[in-house]
Every structure is written in structure tokens, then in C-alpha cells.
């Protein structure tokens, strides 16, 4: 069974720093490109990075570019997102997400963590 | 590639027949999906290609389009099937989500 637990959510001041992680299970991690997606309360959804099966390619939403920086370590199973200077529009649940425009489809979701930018 | 989708929100009966439309700012061929959100939970991938069914959905759901116009179908609504709904364009980076399309029960 396909697993994907999202965890590292908090409550951070503005202009702070956040990592999230999100452990796999249940499929081959190193085969299939892997995204995160948020979603602001009460707001729909917002697409916000994805990383290459082997983590050389990368995209961001223009909206985090140069603040957030995505990764993976194939051999722990894990996917990652470093949040730095965050700021309250950042204000979201997190969801770590299997697949991307490779696949067509993002087929599997985490629980989501919420992440909370406020003083 | 904004995506538009319409409505914003509908009421409709059990049994009857609903569509969602789509709208992409340019074509993206058939790299759209579509999503269900309950409150609280994860978005579950109902459609993808436009207009394969993913495994496990319920055959009352079908996708089809291609280019800028799409649509998601619901051929017999259920009590079930009260929820937000999202369309995906996958063709370019970034990603972008419509804005949601809320179903409630009359």
C-alpha cells in the first residue's frame, strides 16, 4: 500500500525557517518524480515544487522560487522541503504528493502538515 | 497557464446529471486532471489524461476534452460525491490548479 506521511509543520515567525519531510512506502520512491502542493485555509489548491526521480531537476511555483528548496534521499525513502524566509501568506497545509507532469497525474497524497506563519 | 473552471459552486439532486467545465489559457493537449477535496482530507485523483478513469473511481465519473475545454462529468450524483473539485494542467511548469468547483446535495 502506497504511503506518504507529511510531517515538520509548526508554527514559525515571519522570516523564519521550516523542513518539512514526507516518508514513502509501499512503491519503488527512486522511480517516480515527487511534488508538494499547499493550500492556504479556506483557499483551493496551490501547486509549489516538484524534483526529478534523481533530484537533478527541479521547478517552483514563482511564489516560493528562491525561498523554498525541495529534495530527496532515495536511499532513506524521504522527500523533503526546506522553507526559509517565510512569510504569512505561507500560511498553508503542506502536502507531499507522488508524481508530476512525467506521469501526468499526481496520484498519491499525504495527510498534509500544516504550517503556520505568524508572530 | 491559468486555468478557469465554472461554475464556482452548484446544488443539484441526487441522481442527476452534473458537469464541470475547464477552461485553459492556452492548450495543453490532453495534460489535465481532475481531483476530489472533502473538508479536512487530501485531494483523491478522480481523472487524468482528460479522460482515464483512475483506478477504484466510480464509473458515474468520466472526463473528456482536449486543447483548452474540458469537462468532468458526473453522470448520477450521489450523497457521496459532495465535495470541491479541482482540475490539474500537467503539460507545463508551473503546475496550476483551477480555482474549485464546490457540489452540495439540493
Known amino acids: 500500500e502506497v504511503q506518504l506521511l507529511d510531517s515538520g509543520g509548526g508554527l514559525v515567525q515571519p522570516g523564519g525557517s521550516l523542513r518539512l519531510s514526507c516518508a514513502a512506502s509501499?512503491?519503488?520512491?527512486?522511480?517516480?518524480?515527487m511534488s508538494w502542493v499547499r493550500q492556504a485555509p479556506g483557499k483551493g489548491l496551490e501547486w509549489v515544487s516538484v524534483?526529478?526521480?534523481?533530484?537533478?531537476?527541479?521547478y517552483y511555483a514563482d511564489s516560493v522560487k528562491g525561498r523554498f528548496t525541495i529534495s530527496r534521499d532515495n536511499s532513506g525513502n524521504t522527500l523533503y522541503l526546506q522553507m526559509n524566509s517565510l512569510r504569512a501568506e505561507d500560511t498553508a497545509v503542506y502536502y507531499c504528493?507522488?508524481?508530476?507532469?512525467?506521469?501526468?497525474?499526481?496520484?498519491?497524497w499525504g495527510q498534509g502538515t500544516l504550517v503556520t506563519v505568524s508572530s | 497557464i491559468q486555468l478557469t473552471q465554472s461554475p464556482s459552486s452548484l446544488s443539484a439532486s441526487v441522481g442527476d446529471r452534473v458537469t464541470i467545465t475547464c477552461r485553459a489559457s492556452?492548450?495543453?493537449?490532453?495534460?489535465l486532471a481532475w481531483y476530489k477535496q472533502k473538508p479536512g482530507k487530501a485531494p483523491k485523483l478522480l481523472i487524468y489524461?482528460?479522460?482515464t478513469l483512475q483506478s477504484g473511481v466510480p464509473s458515474r465519473f468520466s472526463g473528456s476534452g482536449s486543447g483548452t475545454d474540458f469537462t468532468l462529468t458526473i453522470s448520477s450524483l450521489q450523497p457521496e460525491d459532495c465535495a470541491t473539485y479541482y482540475c490539474?494542467?500537467?503539460?507545463?511548469?508551473?503546475?496550476?490548479f483551477g480555482q474549485g468547483t464546490k457540489v452540495e446535495i439540493k
Open positions: 490539474q494542467q500537467l503539460n507545463t511548469y508551473p503546475l496550476t
Open positions: 504528493a507522488r508524481g508530476a507532469q512525467s506521469s501526468g497525474r499526481i496520484d498519491y
Open positions: 524534483i526529478s526521480t534523481s533530484g537533478g531537476t527541479t
Open positions: 492556452q492548450g495543453i493537449s490532453i495534460s
Open positions: 489524461g482528460a479522460s
Open positions: 509501499g512503491f519503488t520512491f527512486s522511480t517516480y518524480a
